[in-house]
């Protein structure tokens, strides 16, 4: 909440690239409780006028109206190429990119679709709170040093990532999440790879401008 708070001393865009929440999901008249401190964050942020947007993750891919309309919130679906920093960006989560997850490919069809929307809205939200807490504790060490597969995932993004620079000229930078590895490369001049990591291990953030891409490691003290 404190990172949050201070962007407006510090930037006037923030691009958040997915899994800001463990679990999102937009009812039509409910909101979980546990996410009511972000949101109003959030809200104040576009109140002071900051833009925000926010491109899904594999955990909050589900938003709607809420977000957009209540918090003020633009809503992406990556991958999606925009302005990011006055850089020209293919942005996505990376969720199902770069190989492998073949089994989360056919999975993600199938939990984005209108059907599954629809479906999963008759479920109590208790009962759909507890076993998303279920399935977290089973990634809990999803992206620290020791986790065989957020390296993997992090060599595959990489390398979609460096191919996309080496084959697109119109591109600047490409921006990932999901693996939870933080990581800023200069495959050619001027031409960058970044993933922002992420607030569970590493609690690390990037700055994108004209002048200068940076990483950062989030440090109250």
Request: net charge negative; charged share 25%; with cysteine.
């Amino acid at each position: 909440m404190e990172f949050l708070a201070r962007i407006p001393d510090q930037a006037n865009d923030l691009l958040i690239n997915g899994d800001l929440f463990d679990f999102w999901f937009e009812y039509d008249t409910v909101i979980l409780s546990r996410h009511f401190p972000v949101l109003r964050v959030l809200a104040d942020l576009v109140d002071s006028g900051v833009r925000i947007r926010l491109l899904g993750g594999n955990h909050d891919s589900w938003g709607g109206q809420f977000l957009a309309d209540e918090i003020g919130i633009e809503l992406l679906h990556g991958p999606v190429r925009v302005e990011v920093g006055g850089r020209r960006a293919y942005v996505a989560h990376g969720d199902g990119l770069g190989g492998g997850d073949w089994g989360y490919r056919a999975l993600k069809s199938v939990i984005r679709s209108r059907p599954a929307r629809a479906a999963f809205r008759q479920v109590h939200p208790d009962w759909s709170a507890r076993v998303v807490r279920l399935v977290s504790r089973t990634e809990s060490r999803h992206g620290q040093s020791d986790d065989p597969e957020s390296h993997t995932r992090s060599h595959r993004l990489r390398q979609l990532a460096t191919g996309l620079l080496a084959t697109d000229p119109d591109l600047d930078l490409v921006i990932f999440g999901h693996c939870h590895q933080p990581e800023l490369i200069e495959p050619a001049p001027g031409r960058y790879y970044l993933n922002s990591g992420d607030w569970l291990h590493n609690c690390t953030w990037a700055e994108v401008s004209k002048d200068h891409i940076k990483l950062n490691r989030w440090n109250p003290r």
